[in-house]
């Protein structure tokens, strides 16, 4: 039943800024790794930015000096804050968690999705 929720796409003008969020619930016994993905038309969805365990975090080489992930650990919530946004990154970003279940066993979950259109 664990279930992650996103919000905070929408069209922006090249140079704008969103803030994506991720909130987390069900049962999670330990996140191991949470972070964003994303997909534009006719691609692969591929790694935007995750915290992979402790403060380590990673970064698209497209991404940085632009787009920094945050978490709230007690509400299980990543953020997303996109700055100086280019038509490029046009997508439908989404969240992605790596955790243990209280079966001592690995998941992986994604969220619905949310749209993100870079567009003068």
């Known amino acids: 039943q664990v279930q992650l929720v996103e919000s905070g796409g929408g069209l922006v003008q090249p140079g704008g800024s969103l803030r994506l969020s991720c909130a987390a619930s069900g049962s999670i016994a330990r996140i191991n790794a949470m972070g964003w993905y994303r997909q534009a038309p006719g691609k692969q969805r591929e790694l935007v930015a995750t915290f992979t365990g402790g403060d380590s975090t990673v970064y698209a080489d497209s991404v940085k000096g632009r787009f920094t992930i945050s978490r709230d650990n007690a509400k299980n919530t990543v953020y997303l804050q996109m700055n100086s946004l280019k038509p490029e990154d046009t997508a439908v970003y989404y969240c992605?968690?790596?955790?243990?279940?209280?079966?001592?066993?690995?998941?992986?979950?994604w969220g619905q999705g949310t749209q993100v259109t870079v567009s003068s």
């Open positions: 992605h968690l790596s955790y243990l279940h209280w079966n001592n066993l690995p998941y992986n979950a």
